[in-house]
């Protein structure tokens, strides 16, 4: 019988290199999330999603993690605060209406 965590082991908010608030490769979190038994994560690139080549390469290497696209963009409600909002699943290729939103 296989020992299987009864919880999801997933972090679907993480950064690499290619956000101005991160410094990590790519490789690292494919790295880590094999180590520490994650089944899925998301790397959520600041207003981009030029990283995408770059982790899909990596993601081949790593096939018991699976990789979600995603991207993380700041919005401003209708009140006028500026909230950032983690966007997951973005389709490839990217929408025009959403493409306007990366600048």
């Known amino acids: 019988m296989l020992s299987m965590p009864t919880y999801a082991t997933y972090d679907l908010h993480l ?14 979190y494919f ?5 520490l038994k994650l089944r899925r994560i998301a790397i959520t690139e600041h207003f981009t999603m030029d990283s995408l080549p770059d ?3 990596v993601a081949q290497s790593c096939p018991e993690v699976k990789f979600i696209r995603g991207t993380e963009l700041t919005v401003r409600t209708p009140m006028g605060y500026s909230v950032d909002l983690v966007c997951l699943g973005m389709p490839i290729p990217i929408p025009p209406e959403v493409e306007q939103v990366f600048g």
Do not use: G, K, N, Q
């Open 31 to 35: 790295r880590r999330a094999r180590e």
């Open 55 to 57: 982790i899909l390469e």
């Open 15 to 28: 950064h690499t290199h290619w956000s101005y608030d991160a410094c990590a490769p790519v490789e690292y």
